[in-house]
């Protein structure tokens, strides 16, 4: 496979400074609501912020790939003495709970850094976070080329196949082509 310099987008996540004020997930909510900007609810974000106020606990994590199948087993970590949820660390949005998913279809939730906001230097979750705690870096790196990466139609239609087939898909996308 070929290779090409590709623009690595990170955000690093100073896990000892969130206070939990959960602004990322509204900003998030809001920009990629449909129409843009037309609803602000951190159910709908692509980032959600792992609470518990009475431990202390503040984490936020991004929301990763979309999975038909849960995993076999389970991950609970322990970390300065707090205890955190199982699968708590995952970005998955995977049939075994409800994170990264919209609420009302329970179609997948990815964050994009923000790539459908040409105008904006920085993912927009990072520019609200008013304590510093997610971080934007970017580097060039040579990885091989990316074979058709999944934006949200593909990921939605992806999941709506594994919930009701290819078969009604195809006729519901027929059908509604036809109105
Ligand atoms: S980078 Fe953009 S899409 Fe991803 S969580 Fe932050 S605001 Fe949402
Ligand atoms: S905006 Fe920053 S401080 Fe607030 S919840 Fe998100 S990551 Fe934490």
């Not at 955000?11 to 809001?30: H, L, M, P």
């Not at 995993?71 to 049939?95: L, N, T, V, W």
Request: hydrophobic content about 30%; overall charge negative; some cysteine.
């Amino acid at each position: 496979m070929a290779k090409i310099t590709k623009k690595i987008k990170t955000i690093k996540i100073d896990a000892d400074k969130c206070n939990g004020c959960r602004s990322c997930e509204v900003i998030c909510s809001f920009v990629h609501a449909t129409p843009k900007y037309s609803s602000n609810n951190p159910a709908r974000s692509r980032i959600r912020v792992i609470r518990h106020p009475i431990k202390d606990i503040w984490v936020p994590v991004f929301g990763g790939e979309y999975t038909a199948a849960e995993c076999m087993g389970r991950d609970k970590y322990i970390i300065d003495g707090k205890e955190y949820d199982e699968c708590g660390f995952c970005r998955a949005s995977c049939p075994s709970r409800d994170a990264f998913k919209e609420p009302d279809s329970g179609l997948p939730l990815k964050c994009d850094m923000c790539e459908d906001e040409p105008s904006e230097e920085k993912p927009l979750c990072v520019q609200r976070c008013m304590h510093d705690f997610l971080v934007y870096e970017e580097r060039e790196e040579e990885v091989e080329e990316e074979q058709g990466k999944l934006g949200d139609v593909e990921l939605h239609l992806e999941s709506l196949v594994d919930k009701y087939g290819l078969e009604k898909v195809i006729d519901t996308v027929a059908r509604i082509a036809q109105k």
